[in-house]
């Protein structure tokens, strides 16, 4: 618990991204984006951790994240997505879908485009809940159950599908290149809204999703509805899961009673050594995954696994007594969040 | 109402023009005042004025303030009461440390941006906070030492002289300064900061400077010298050594004697700066008076003075060492700042005292609150009824959770707050969080679960039904019926239900099939919700062929009776296709229940009062001819059982 340090900030974080590296090189992610909520005046943010030429650094140095720009942003910070490296999309609860561009030379961030109320009621505005994007298209869902979709670089809205559902719709995520998946409730007795959603990164049609009363879901979206495994998680709403982008054995999960827990599957001792992660391997273990239906061993262990079977191990990664925990972001070995507490957390040395 | 302790202090409105009069109203950390036309004709004022007496929780430095000393605090409470005493004092003090390195870090952002601005306004603002908060830091390191450590004779004033220490800090700064330049010892600050030194007791310090002196005269080498052994072998007592209290003091005594008998013997008479050094070390009150610059202030001198003449000072002799120092060092003229009266509270150990003179001068309940939950934790504090019922510590907490409660972001810290103040924070808490502004359902997801935490039902469903109504007045019922369901509401699902089956009724075809589908027991909340689930039921099944159970389930919704009267003849309707299909599938007695129901109706029908209007006459027209419709067909299908009946086949229902 030593590599992770409380940096105050004075908003309460909604959202934290980390800015993707690409794929062919080592670096660590050096620079995230924050979104703010329930202020008066909201903004988002750029910070660094400074992490480059990392290598030169000593073990023990642990530096603050520094603020690099920041700008105003109407309305609370529902969602927040990297379209690319220097573009932004955020949704807001006044039903506005903006893309910022963060200028790197000089430091400053400014509205490339903005879709003010797209998402609405007739006679209000409908917050915009959440966003994802696989640049140029962008896809945005909100309270009014709407699923809109956009491109970058164009003026008007591209589609509408209305009424989608009459509930709202928390949190949206792809699951192949023309599919996407919203979410709403779910139940098992109770009924349930569902909060967050994430595809495993490998295998398109295993997909994690967090409730109201905690519980982390695994579904196989192509069997049915009901989830494969429940695992009872958090005390409280959960915000957001995510699988770890390149060792997907790994999972992690934030919600509002203030814990942010790591989740980690053991794997199969006979699967081959180069689908067992690690961020240089994941375009090998793409190409060589086999077609459903094979080899046993490349089910993923998600699917089979149920937590009394001992096989998943959870680890807490922050003090506790924090207030809410509202967003997450893991990339390589750096996770960042952001609470309720108006404090931002980092940890640069995350075991995966 | 008892006398007050300060003249009320008297904001201009500047916007406001003169001779008009202003109404008010009091807000839960403001008061808004307007202009009235009270007296004189004239045009009105379109303007409201917000008055607010706090404005730092609109600081984004202090807000780091609040946030972390908030998790400090949380911390502080879940301290097991069980521990030893021992172990407990020094959680306190660390805990004490803890929230004065947060006062510190705050104050150095301030100084940092309060030096960089350039708008003069920001930097005299900033520059005020800064003095608040040193001022603060000053009072807490101080109560500190005096009542959690509450150290006794000895390391005391060992204490204390880290306090004067850590709070006059400009004696490093002249002492760079000197350090730096070409010929340290001829600097016009030199002797200056060797005195300021000695001042402090740190003789360490004073004596590497005296020795830089010492080299460029070498002629009075002596006399370096003895002023160095007199500096070296002064003793300073060690808590952790095995010396008593009693055999310091009569060491100390010793070397005082020593230093007075060099003073006797004027050895350093010739060097007017060491025989003044002398003179302090001996403790002559005139030569320390002589150095108020140095001293800067009346607690400097007071500490600099028991190190010289008492250094085996009793905490309970304290205060008139205070008293006497304050009134030797200060103008008779001057009036005490409140600062100096504070701390001369806290010299004389009446901590309330301390409390309240802090409340006056502060115009935020941030740090009495906190200390006063520290001193209590430590046992300190008297259980003091006020009139308000409850004791000083829950008092303070709930004036600045409450305050917290005004800000439009910080109203969650102030919700640990409540929950720390026994007996009053849950009434406070459930008056407060229905006046959280829900614009989005995260929040309100947020705010349910604060309720639901803490079981206070009433607001849960309050809240629940202001997203439902937002919900159901943007036409969103799915959302309205789920938070109704949260709330348990079971009039709200009645009402949503009723909604749900008009819009059937104008549409033909159900909307948000997914949830009602879905429900599974949450439908049993309410009769209205039940039927529609089961009559949505109903339409499935028909939809797939199954018409057995359909027609089961259709007769067991109109003997039940749970539908709305205005929903039978829907329901005596669907029954018609059920009714005209090839096979019979009624049984015998489900037919006669069908026919009685239809009577049922259609005598409700025959009784409607003969002025009612033309529309409804003709529904009602309409609805006696489906009724003998439909009695022509349940007719036509008894007579098809009994056929079967009497033929002997088998016929359904037996």
């Not at chain 2, 059937?504 to 439908?523: E, K, Q, V």
């Amino acid at each position: 618990m030593e590599s992770v340090n409380a940096k105050y900030v004075s908003q309460k974080i909604s959202k934290t991204r980390w800015r993707p590296v690409s794929h062919s090189s080592l670096q660590q992610p050096d620079i995230f984006a924050t979104g703010s909520w329930d202020n008066e005046d909201n903004k988002i943010s750029f910070w660094s951790i400074g992490n480059h030429g990392s290598s030169g650094m000593d073990e023990g140095f642990e530096g603050d994240p520094q603020l690099l720009c920041e700008h105003k942003h109407d309305g609370d910070v529902l969602d927040l997505q990297f379209l690319d490296q220097d573009r932004i999309v955020t949704t807001s609860s006044t039903g506005a879908v903006t893309i910022f561009r963060h200028h790197q030379n000089s430091q400053t961030i400014s509205v490339s485009q903005r879709w003010p109320r797209v998402h609405r009621y007739p006679c209000d505005n409908a917050p915009c809940t959440g966003v994802v994007c696989s640049s140029p298209e962008i896809v945005t869902v909100g309270e009014d159950g709407k699923i809109i979709v956009f491109r970058a670089d164009q003026e008007g809205v591209i589609r509408v599908i209305e009424n989608a559902d009459s509930s709202t719709i928390h949190a949206v995520t792809y699951l192949r290149t023309t599919e996407i998946l919203t979410c709403i409730l779910y139940l098992d007795d109770v009924l349930l809204p569902l909060h967050c959603v994430d595809r495993h990164p490998n295998q398109q049609h295993i997909v994690a999703t967090g409730g109201q009363d905690g519980m982390l879901c695994v579904w196989d979206v192509r069997q049915g509805s009901t989830p494969f495994s429940l695992m009872e998680a958090h005390s409280a709403e959960m915000w957001e899961v995510h699988f770890h982008p390149t060792n997907p054995d790994h999972l992690f999960t934030c919600s509002e009673d203030g814990s942010l827990l790591h989740w980690e599957t053991s794997t199969h001792s006979d699967m081959p050594s180069f689908l067992q992660g690690g961020r240089n391997n994941s375009m090998i273990s793409r190409s060589a995954m086999a077609p459903a239906g094979g080899n046993q061993s490349l089910i993923s262990t998600w699917l089979s696994g149920d937590s009394s079977k001992g096989r998943l191990e959870t680890t807490h990664m922050l003090p506790s007594q924090t207030l809410s925990v509202n967003s997450l972001d893991v990339l390589g070995q750096c996770l960042v969040c952001g609470t309720d507490g108006e404090a931002i957390f980092v940890n640069r040395q995350v075991p995966v | 109402m008892e006398e007050l302790d300060v003249e009320p202090a008297i904001t201009n409105i500047p916007a406001a023009s003169d001779g008009k009069h202003l109404g008010f109203a009091w807000g839960p950390g403001d008061i808004l005042a307007y202009e009235t036309l009270y007296m004189a004709p004239g045009s009105g004022c379109s303007f409201i004025h917000e008055v607010r007496k706090d404005e730092d929780i609109y600081s984004p430095i202090l807000r780091k303030l609040f946030n972390e000393s908030h998790h400090i605090f949380v911390g502080l409470q879940t301290i097991r009461e069980d521990l030893p005493s021992k172990n407990k004092k020094t959680q306190f003090v660390s805990i004490s440390k803890n929230y004065r390195s947060v006062i510190r870090a705050c104050m150095e952002e301030l100084q940092q941006v309060a030096v960089s601005t350039k708008v003069a306004e920001v930097a005299t603002q900033y520059g005020n906070q800064v003095s608040i908060l040193l001022a603060i830091e000053l009072i807490w390191n101080l109560c500190e030492v005096l009542f959690i450590d509450a150290a006794p004779a000895g390391p005391l004033l060992l204490h204390l002289l880290d306090w004067v220490r850590l709070h006059k800090g400009d004696v490093d700064e002249k002492a760079r300064e000197v350090l730096q330049s070409e010929s340290p010892a001829e600097h016009h600050d030199y002797w200056d900061v060797v005195v300021s030194y000695v001042l402090q007791g740190r003789f360490e310090e004073a004596r590497q400077m005296l020795v830089k002196q010492a080299t460029l005269q070498p002629a009075a080498r002596n006399m370096y010298k003895l002023m160095d052994t007199l500096l070296s072998k002064m003793p300073f007592y060690n808590p952790g050594g095995t010396q008593t209290l009693t055999e310091f003091d009569v060491k100390w005594r010793h070397w005082h004697e020593e230093v007075d008998r060099c003073l006797q013997d004027n050895s350093f008479a010739s060097n007017q700066h060491l025989e003044i050094i002398c003179k302090i070390l001996v403790g002559d009150e005139d030569t320390l008076l002589e150095h108020k610059e140095l001293l800067s202030t009346w607690y400097h001198f007071l500490v600099t003075r028991l190190l010289f003449c008492h250094p085996t000072v009793k905490p309970t002799e304290l205060h008139y060492y205070a008293q006497s120092c304050m009134t030797m060092f200060l103008d008779l003229r001057s009036v005490p700042e409140p600062l100096d009266s504070i701390l001369l509270a806290a010299f004389e150990f009446d901590i309330h005292q301390v409390i309240k003179d802090c409340s006056i001068a502060l115009n935020n309940w941030w740090f009495v609150a906190h200390l006063t939950d520290l001193l209590d934790h430590c046992k300190l504090l008297q259980s003091h009824n006020l009139h308000f019922g409850s004791n000083l510590r829950e008092f303070l907490l709930l004036e600045y959770a409450s305050g917290l409660f005004t800000h439009h972001s910080l109203w969650q810290l102030a919700v640990d707050y409540f929950d720390n103040c026994p007996e009053f924070g849950h009434v406070y808490l459930e008056l407060q969080i229905e006046r959280v502004p829900l614009d989005t359902e995260r929040k309100a997801l947020k705010v349910l679960r604060i309720c639901e935490q803490r079981q206070m039902s009433e607001q849960v469903r309050s809240i629940c039904k202001i997203m439902a109504m937002r919900a159901l007045r943007n036409n969103r019922l799915g959302s309205a019926l789920s938070w109704s369901i949260r709330a348990k509401d079971a009039a709200f699902a009645t009402l949503i239900s009723e909604r749900f089956l008009q819009d059937y009724c104008a549409r033909g075809t159900f909307s948000d099939l997914d949830l009602i589908d879905n429900l599974g027991p949450a439908m049993l909340l309410s009769d209205r919700l039940t039927f529609l689930v089961k009559y949505r039921e109903f339409h499935k099944l028909y939809e797939e062929n199954r018409f057995s159970e359909a027609a089961k389930l259709l007769l067991s919704l109109i003997t039940a009776k749970i539908a709305p009267r205005s929903f039978w003849m829907t329901l005596l309707t669907d029954a018609l296709p059920l009714l005209e299909q090839k096979e019979v599938i009624f049984s015998a007695d489900q037919t006669h229940e069908l026919m009685f129901c239809l009577e049922e109706l259609t005598s409700s029908l025959n009784t409607t009062a003969p002025g009612t209007d033309r529309t409804m006459q003709v529904r009602i027209s309409s609805c006696t001819q489906t009724c003998n419709r439909l009695q022509i067909k349940i007719l036509r299908c008894k007579s098809a059982i009994t056929i079967a009946m009497r033929k002997g086949k088998n016929a359904p229902g037996f």
